[in-house]
């Protein structure tokens, strides 16, 4: 049985409308690709890419900082509630085969640097400058063409 890919996507907990819509995409084109969608579950370009991949009819996990299933956003179909707050970003990144950093603060920074520590690709969309190891792309497609290349 071969299981499913897992595609994180991690990025700020609020975002403009621009980066919306690049994570709205990207969560589309995982979910097209057959991979399942992991996150934070909460908002911003969490809850663009859940909204995006689930639209498209995609699985939804969002493994959350606090003990409240509510907190989800409503676009994830798996909430795991951890109660770890900020640490809650290593279990994000250690369940994604592949993470994806739009955008982002210090939050997406931790996660970015558990990756690559972890010998995760990362692939950065309009992300944090200056760190070696990121595959930067400037677009959902180009992203999912990095993703194809590694399979």
Do not use: Q
């Not at 179909?77 to 707050?85: H, N, Q, R, V, Y």
């Not at 950065?124 to 070696?132: F, L, M, N, S």
């Amino acid at each position: 049985m071969t299981r499913r890919k897992i595609i994180g996507i991690i990025g700020a907990g609020s975002c403009d409308e621009n980066i919306w819509s690049i994570a709205e995409e990207m969560g589309r084109r995982v979910a097209e690709s057959g991979a399942a969608l992991v996150c934070g579950g909460l908002g911003g370009v969490m809850e663009a890419a859940s909204k995006g991949a689930k639209e498209s009819g995609g699985l939804t996990i969002g493994i959350l900082p606090g003990s409240n299933k509510d907190d989800a956003n409503p676009y994830i179909d798996i909430p795991i509630l951890t109660g770890l707050s900020h640490a809650r970003n290593v279990l994000v990144v250690r369940s994604s085969d592949v993470v994806i950093a739009i955008s982002g603060g210090y939050g997406t920074l931790s996660e970015i640097a558990l990756s690559l520590k972890m010998g995760k690709s990362v692939i950065g969309i309009g992300t944090w400058e200056g760190i070696d190891g990121i595959i930067r792309v400037k677009s959902p497609e180009e992203a999912m063409k990095k993703i194809k290349e590694f399979a």
